[in-house]
């Protein structure tokens, strides 16, 4: 079994920084595409940002140069630093990454949720 726990989140006020990590455990053989998605109430899933196993990333126009994505292949991490926050990036953000299990097929597995709030 797989599992995603991501730590980081919290209060902030506008223009401030956060840094959300998510690390993936059990028996991985290899992780493809990492990303993160968030959720504000109300709204659909989004996608924030990804990044593949040889660092190609991908953003959402709305966090472009505010926030980056990284990740660390050996340990199976991924980390998101936003900068300059916004009230609208207040979300519950969700880790996720695409995953081969030894003896499993590859499939897409999530993390809990951390709750991000940017006050204005």
């Known amino acids: 079994q797989v599992r995603l726990v991501e730590s980081g989140g919290g209060f902030v006020k506008a223009g401030g920084s956060l840094r959300l990590s998510c690390a993936a455990s059990?028996?991985?053989?290899?992780?493809?595409?990492m990303g993160w998605y968030r959720q504000a109430p109300g709204k659909e899933r989004e996608l924030v940002a990804t990044?593949?196993?040889?660092?190609?990333?991908d953003y959402a126009d709305s966090v472009k140069g505010r926030f980056t994505i990284s990740r660390d292949n050996a340990k199976y991490t991924v980390a998101l630093q936003m900068n300059s926050l916004k009230p609208e990036d207040t979300a519950v953000y969700y880790c996720?990454?695409?995953?081969?299990?030894?003896?499993?097929?590859?499939?897409?597995?999530w993390g809990q949720g951390t709750q991000v709030i940017v006050s204005s």
């Open positions: 996720n990454a695409d995953v081969r299990a030894n003896g499993s097929p590859r499939r897409v597995y």
């Open positions: 059990g028996l991985i053989f290899n992780i493809n595409t």
């Open positions: 990044i593949n196993s040889g660092g190609s990333m």
